[in-house]
């Protein structure tokens, strides 16, 4: 799985700042059946979890009604220079992390 993740290069220190992130995976819902006639397995991302500065700013449960390619976004405080970094897990237990650096001035 790859992801991206998008942050503002420089936030002024109590700013708030978007945070954009998109994770390719199909989200599997497991209801579709492939050319064999067989059903596709399961595989959504479950848990989302974002880290700033090494404390949790958001968590995200998700089910079989997301989309593929899920992009979500969300806003944090800027406190101090950090990295926000996001991981997730899917239904495979496969999983992925993306991180970005945030630099904070006074």
């Not at 897990?89 to 006074?106: I, K, Q, Y």
């Amino acid at each position: 799985m790859t992801a991206r993740i998008q942050v503002p290069a420089e936030a002024r220190r109590g700013e708030a700042v978007e945070v954009r992130i998109v994770i390719q995976h199909p989200m599997e819902t497991g209801f579709r059946y492939d050319a064999l006639g067989r059903r596709t397995p399961r595989n959504v991302i479950h848990t989302l979890l974002c880290r700033y500065g090494g404390a949790e700013v958001f968590r995200a449960e998700m089910g079989a009604g997301i989309a593929a390619n899920p992009f979500l976004r969300f806003f944090v405080r800027a406190s101090e220079p950090g990295d926000i970094e996001c991981s997730w897990v899917d239904s495979e237990n496969a999983s992925g992390t993306v991180s970005a650096r945030l630099t904070v001035t006074v």
